[in-house]
């Protein structure tokens, strides 16, 4: 009879484990994938117009709003509208959006790179905006984390290896060894936008990944590179890898670093891209 009973109970919790994944994301529960899981390769892009507008970065650019340590960029144009990472803080963060005319409620996903606080701070003040959303995070963040976010309404994806987010709208999936760190990839007409939140991988290895994954040319890399304190001899061998990568435009920002944006700027001369706060790149810049 006992025996009967804790096979009931074990049955029972293989059930109940079995339906927790199978629900939607929409209803509160996370879904896994496996490492298996990869973008479908040979679609063909069908995002024509995309918007990228910085909201939270270090580096000013535009009169008015207002700079801190950390990245976050709002992106429109694909099938849904996405944020990817926070900033360091949510007051920073829904100014810069509401100077910049952005409707906190007209986003859908919430892409996070990484733990780190100045990419995930702003996100618990986004969330009493909007909780409306996917957030997509890296596998390996906190289940305190987590649970903070599920508790305040949010729906959660956890990220292992590389998946289609939405449409044209993908992940490389948590790469690296110690910070485990994705980058967002969108698949546009004239080529692959990659976006980084602060590149611990090592940038060139996000770079490299995103070919080999997507099978297509890279349009415009942007977002944080991770070259403050690397000396100028590295970052030289950085840029020449981007060119054998044939990266067309790039856009450093975030903990890029003086040394290595003047660096890229003098390289790569009308396909640098200057990004800092407030800067909005259309497809009209990728030409
Ligand atoms: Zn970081
Ligand atoms: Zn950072």
Not at 5 to 31: H, K, N
Not at 73 to 93: H, M, N, Y
Not at 165 to 179: A, E, F, M
Not at 185 to 212: E, F, M, Q, S, W
């Amino acid at each position: 009879m006992c025996l009967l009973r804790a096979i009931q109970i074990s049955v029972l919790t293989a059930v109940l484990a079995i339906a927790a994944y199978d629900l939607p994301a929409s209803q509160g529960q996370y879904r896994e994938y496996s490492m298996n899981e990869k973008p479908d390769a040979t679609k063909t892009a069908e995002v024509n117009d995309i918007t990228i507008k910085v909201v939270y970065d270090n580096n000013p650019y535009m009169d008015g709003l207002q700079t801190a340590w950390g990245f976050s960029a709002f992106i429109t144009g694909p099938e849904k509208t996405v944020l990817f990472d926070t900033g360091a803080d949510s007051p920073r963060l829904l100014s810069n959006m509401e100077k910049l005319a952005i409707d906190v409620n007209s986003i859908d996903i919430v892409v996070l790179s990484h733990i780190h606080g100045d990419h995930t701070g702003g996100l618990d003040g986004f969330l009493e905006k909007n909780f409306k959303v996917v957030v997509y995070l890296p596998k390996s963040f906190p289940e305190k984390f987590k649970q903070n976010m599920q508790a305040r309404g949010a729906s959660i994806v956890e990220v292992q290896g590389p998946l289609q987010i939405c449409g044209d709208v993908h992940t490389t999936g948590q790469l690296g060894t110690s910070i485990l760190e994705q980058s967002l990839i969108v698949r546009t007409k004239l080529g692959l936008i990659v976006i980084t939140g602060c590149a611990h991988p090592g940038i060139v290895k996000i770079v490299n990944t995103v070919k080999d994954l997507m099978k297509d040319d890279i349009l415009l890399v942007m977002g944080g590179f991770h070259l403050n304190s690397v000396p100028k001899s590295e970052i030289e061998k950085i840029i020449s890898a981007f060119k054998k990568a044939q990266v067309k435009y790039v856009g450093p920002c975030h903990c890029t670093g003086d040394e290595a944006r003047d660096l890229f700027e003098k390289q790569y001369g009308k396909y640098y891209i200057n990004v800092g706060v407030g800067r909005a790149i259309t497809s009209a810049d990728l030409q």
